[in-house]
């Protein structure tokens, strides 16, 4: 039906389009030469819009509150934006979506962490253990969690409009949809409508059966607008260190060079590809030392770690 009734105008703007409809039902014909003319002068404006200058400008950022990380991605994550944060277990995907949201509530910015496998009480306590009272953010009423939540997309939706979070956590998708069926899914769909009509920044969690190495997608790493991939590998197949690795973020000049980084006592961080090399100097080291006392070790002394 539509294309009954704009047969061919349908890259003129809405407002051009007005005009160019007015004109012709007063005419009561086409009118080619006027068409081109609104034309002309669409792009023009486009043109003007998607200056690169005036872009960057125009882009907010949200900072993550990883230390070293926001740098590798002009300062933040843009506004809106919808992120996978994904990789095998145990490779710090949870600290870094807490530490996210931890850096929203400082600024006192609303967030909401929906989990679909924790307990809050789970999450509460693994933010402590970083020295940040996520239980605080909460009484305030600037921080939500949801442990083991069985919400469903309607309801998530009314939290939305009720608390207006600006940073979102979904940990993990892989619990709430099915891998092949949620790009199609009318619940994920309502949902990433809010998330992009209301421009709430979201991490959303995705779990990998292998690592960085291993060049393989799923679904869900086609509907973000940024990936960002944790691992944890052995470096010189001795000293063992997690990587993350930025494999894209729309509107961003990224660096994609595999990045390690440490548990601190302040969450994740950078550790610099410096500091990794001394960081294995020394480990080796001690591992030679080890290796060359072994008559020393009394057979009935408990095993201690490396
Ligand atoms: N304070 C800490 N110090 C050192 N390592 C930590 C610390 N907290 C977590 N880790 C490491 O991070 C891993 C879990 O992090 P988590 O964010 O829960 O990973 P994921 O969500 O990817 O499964 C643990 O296996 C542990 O080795
Ligand atoms: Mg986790």
């Given at each position: ?187 994920w769909r309502n949902i990433l409508k809010e998330i992009r009509d209301k421009k709430i920044t979201c991490l959303v969690i995705t779990e990998k059966k292998h690592g960085l190495d291993v060049r393989e997608f799923d679904d869900f790493d086609f509907m973000g607008d940024g990936t960002i991939f944790l691992d944890k590998k052995l470096m010189k197949e001795l000293y063992p260190t997690y ?64």
């Amino acid at each position: 039906m539509i294309r009954d009734k704009y047969p061919i105008h349908t890259t003129l703007s809405t407002s051009a389009m007005r005009i160019l409809e007015r004109y012709e039902k007063e005419l009561g014909a086409k009118n080619l030469v006027l068409e081109q003319a609104l034309l002309g002068m669409d792009k023009l404006r486009f043109r003007e819009k998607i200056d690169p200058q005036s872009v960057s400008r125009i882009i907010k950022r949200t900072r993550t509150g990883i230390r070293g990380f926001d740098e590798l991605i002009e300062g933040g994550i843009p506004e809106g934006f919808v992120v996978v944060v994904t990789g095998p277990p145990g490779t710090g995907k949870t600290t870094f979506s807490i530490q996210f949201l931890l850096e929203g509530v400082k600024n006192n910015e609303r967030c909401i962490y929906f989990s679909f496998e924790e307990k809050v009480e789970q999450i509460i306590k693994q933010s402590l253990r970083f020295g940040w009272d996520a239980g605080e953010y909460i009484d305030k009423g600037y921080l939500e969690i949801f442990g083991f939540t069985m919400l469903s997309s309607e309801e998530i939706i009314e939290i939305f409009n009720v608390f207006k979070p600006r940073r979102v956590v979904f940990d993990s998708l892989n619990i709430f949809f099915d891998e092949k069926e949620f790009r199609k899914s009318a619940q994920w769909r309502n949902i990433l409508k809010e998330i992009r009509d209301k421009k709430i920044t979201c991490l959303v969690i995705t779990e990998k059966k292998h690592g960085l190495d291993v060049r393989e997608f799923d679904d869900f790493d086609f509907m973000g607008d940024g990936t960002i991939f944790l691992d944890k590998k052995l470096m010189k197949e001795l000293y063992p260190t997690y990587f993350f690795q930025i494999q894209k973020m729309r509107l961003t000049k990224i660096n994609e060079i595999q990045q390690p980084f440490e548990f601190s006592d302040h969450g994740i961080e950078l550790v610099g590809a410096r500091n990794l090399e001394r960081r294995i100097a020394v480990f080796a080291t001690s591992k030679k030392v080890q290796e060359e006392i072994p008559t020393k070790v009394n057979p009935d002394d408990p095993v201690r770690p490396v």
